[in-house]
């Protein structure tokens, strides 16, 4: 299969592009988050201590907007600390910070945000918000870290991570994931995908070739998820047939593949266990791939698996759509901005201004 050829942009889009630009107000990050918080209180009613309890100090949103700053410009508290101003204090900001934003009451808050996203007229324009795609950025942590890891080939002689993160067609982002090193996206996109909280999900999932391998192929499709890898680039295009006799015509000579769908009827009642397990969070679907697989090679469950998850591979590669590649080009666009507020550690114009704003 050919590659897919990139569609020249027309001067009259890279006008209109700047124009939008020109027009775009310059908002300070505290003050985004702080009208955010306005629009959306279910957003902080979702911030629970460890005992369940909602807070009860004056002006959190203050305290909380003044945290997420610090960690969107990836800061530390002393660029935003105001003494004198109770909600912008030193130990206020670690109390609540330490108390309230955790992983867990982000994952409650977010389907908040995401639903009120939707209703943005000019959201709705982008899309349904059912079409996510999940790539990943690779940094350099400069500090050590537990997540970092080498690898000389993206990071020469330092260690990184890989920020693995989904972005829904509104352009919003629903779902992330921080990974040790370069390992393989495969491994955690379906963390990703059922990490994005208890709202509507995307039921169109769009990756690279990073995040392919027929064992996701076969998880995505049994849990309910159209699988859509970008496959002009995929390693192995072979397509496959259920019976060596059936003849596809044209299609014959890539149909060279024959599924053995008995390993599929042995393993059944075992699959749909294990993908009622992964449905109701009980097992994570990292634990599960890795599960699957044993010195590199699947297990007889896994090879079940693969074997039903190349019937949609097959059906995938027959019917490509190049609109696979526009969503992982705009979800790469998208990523680079939100990384480069996340990961540049030397804004000193931000950091002499975000307490100022909060005050």
Not at 178 to 202: N, Q, Y
């Amino acid at each position: 299969m050919a590659s897919v050829k990139a569609i020249e942009e027309p001067p009259s889009l890279v006008d209109l592009r700047k124009r939008i630009e020109a027009m775009m107000p310059r908002v300070d990050i505290s003050e985004a988050i702080l009208e955010v918080l306005q629009w959306c209180p279910e957003f902080l009613s979702s911030l629970t201590s460890l005992a369940g309890g909602h807070s009860h100090l004056a002006d959190v949103d203050v305290s909380a907007a003044a945290c997420l700053t610090a960690q969107a410009l990836n800061i530390t508290y002393s660029p935003i600390a105001v003494k004198g101003v109770p909600a912008l204090e030193r130990h206020r900001l670690g109390h609540v910070d330490h108390t309230y934003l955790r992983a867990e009451n982000y994952a409650a808050a977010n389907p908040f945000l995401v639903a009120k996203q939707e209703k943005i007229g000019f959201a709705k324009a982008l899309g349904g918000g059912l079409v996510a795609a999940i790539d990943g950025m690779r940094s350099v942590v400069p500090v050590p870290s537990a997540y970092a890891r080498p690898n000389r080939k993206y990071f020469g002689p330092k260690r990184g991570v890989t920020w693995l993160n989904m972005i829904n067609d509104q352009a919003f982002g629903i779902a992330a994931k921080v990974m040790s090193g370069t390992d393989r996206d495969c491994l955690h996109a379906l963390d990703v995908i059922f990490s994005s909280g208890e709202g509507r999900r995307a039921d169109v999932i769009v990756t690279d070739t990073g995040s392919y391998s027929d064992l996701v192929f076969g998880l995505a499709h049994l849990l309910d998820r159209e699988y859509r890898p970008a496959l002009a680039d995929l390693p192995d295009q072979k397509l496959w047939k259920s019976y060596s006799d059936i003849d596809y015509g044209a299609l014959d000579s890539l149909a060279r593949g024959v599924l053995d769908l008995r390993k599929v009827r042995k393993h059944w009642p075992d699959i749909l266990r294990l993908v009622s397990s992964i449905y109701t969070s009980t097992v994570s679907p990292y634990d599960v791939v890795r599960m699957l697989q044993r010195d590199g090679h699947p297990t007889a469950l896994g090879e079940a698996i693969n074997t039903y998850g190349r019937i949609f591979k097959t059906l995938q590669c027959a019917t490509r759509r190049c609109s696979v590649r526009t969503e992982v080009k705009d979800h790469r666009r998208l990523a680079v901005v939100v990384a480069r507020r996340k990961l540049d550690s030397g804004g000193g114009r931000r950091r002499k201004t975000a307490g100022r704003r909060l005050r």
